[in-house]
């Protein structure tokens, strides 16, 4: 069953307006929730990320929202742009093992069209 | 800095075969990962070490080996191909931190098919 779900498989949205990408969980216990950011031929890049005792970050053009209760993540970027269109997964940080480990959704295909 | 490199990009394998995937970092970091990432199923752990000379099963470690004999090095082995095993393999490094975040850090990328 997978811990971290990202339901919606594209976006599509005309340059300038927001970005919203979703992302819900299941354990609680997660602490600490990132968002990367995967263009073609390239390796995932970090983006952002927040910790479970904030419910906002924000970073130029980028914030993410936390609500807890609902264990859901989301990402708005705005305004958007034709650069930003890339595969963006969200992450979150367990516990097993003895060390920390990240568990990644499936991805949101995100274009950003003029 | 070159950050995490993979190799090779590319490769093509009969089933049965075998080969090694090489990962290496010059970030000085302990951590180090191998992921692969499959359509619609996004990234998963397959092995994962915590330092020189330990390595640890991830979430789908079945038909791979690694070894991390350098810090700076982490090497997926697949003794014998099968096509399952048809991906994008990826490999990450992460510094240690106590309690704080666990930014990884992804190589290229490495596309794999098993024929």
């Known amino acids: 069953d997978q811990q971290v779900k990202q339901n919606s498989p594209s976006l599509s949205v005309q340059e300038g307006r927001i970005s919203i990408l979703n992302c819900d969980y299941t354990n609680s216990m997660f602490d600490y929730f990132l968002w990367y950011k995967k263009y073609p031929a390239e390796g995932p890049t970090f983006l952002i990320s927040i910790s479970s005792i904030k419910d906002k970050n924000e970073d130029g053009r980028f914030t993410v929202f936390l609500n807890k209760s609902a264990k859901h993540l989301s990402l708005h970027i705005v305004p958007s742009q034709p650069g930003d269109s890339a595969v963006y997964f969200c992450a979150v940080r367990g516990f097993s093992g003895g060390y920390n480990k990240l568990i990644f959704g499936a991805g949101t295909r995100l274009a950003v069209h003029p | 800095n070159a950050g995490v490199t993979q190799t090779p990009k590319f490769r093509v394998l009969k089933t049965g075969q075998s080969m090694t995937l090489l990962c290496a970092q010059d970030m000085n970091h302990e951590y180090m990962y191998w992921y692969r990432q499959d359509p619609g199923m996004g990234l998963r752990l397959i092995h994962y070490s915590v330092g020189e000379g330990t390595t640890a099963k991830g979430e789908v470690p079945d038909g791979y080996n690694v070894s991390r004999l350098k810090k700076q090095n982490f090497l997926l082995g697949l003794e014998s191909a099968a096509p399952s095993q048809t991906s994008v393999y990826f490999c990450?490094?992460?510094?240690?931190?106590?309690?704080?975040?666990?930014?990884?850090?992804f190589g290229p990328g490495t596309r794999l098919t098993v024929l």
């Open positions: 990450a490094s992460s510094p240690l931190k106590s309690g704080g975040e666990v930014e990884q850090f």
